[in-house]
């Protein structure tokens, strides 16, 4: 007897379970792997790839954040008040995007 894989996030399963309550079934089995695979030691070492925003903040966080009038973004030389590692907001979201793995995007 051969047996069958299928990679599922917690999305996907949640999904699934409203499905299937939806439409009167009963999806308590389901919910109880749901919650085995959601508190187990396995998702800490299978992280899921960072969406855009998260990834966006997790950067965010690592950035050096300068405060002042007048800074200049060393990408389009335009005045700000605040620079994130040297740069404006939108030069620096759009260099930061360029850095993310493509596996993520």
């Known amino acids: 007897m051969q047996r069958a894989a299928v990679t599922l996030s917690l999305s996907e399963v949640d999904k699934m379970i ?3 309550e939806a439409g009167g079934g009963d ?3 389901l919910k109880k792997t749901r919650a085995q695979i959601a508190n187990s030691k396995w ?7 960072l969406g ?4 966006i903040e997790e950067r965010r966080q690592q950035a050096v954040i300068e405060h002042g009038k007048g800074l200049e973004c060393m990408i389009c030389h335009q005045k700000f008040d605040q620079l994130l590692s040297g740069t404006c907001e939108a030069c620096w979201r759009e260099w930061m995007l360029g850095t ?3 596996k993520s995007r």
């Open 27 to 29: 999806a308590e089995e």
């Open 18 to 20: 409203a499905d299937i």
């Open 43 to 49: 998702l800490a070492k299978h992280a899921k790839p």
């Open 100 to 102: 993310m793995p493509k």
């Open 52 to 55: 855009e925003e998260e990834f």
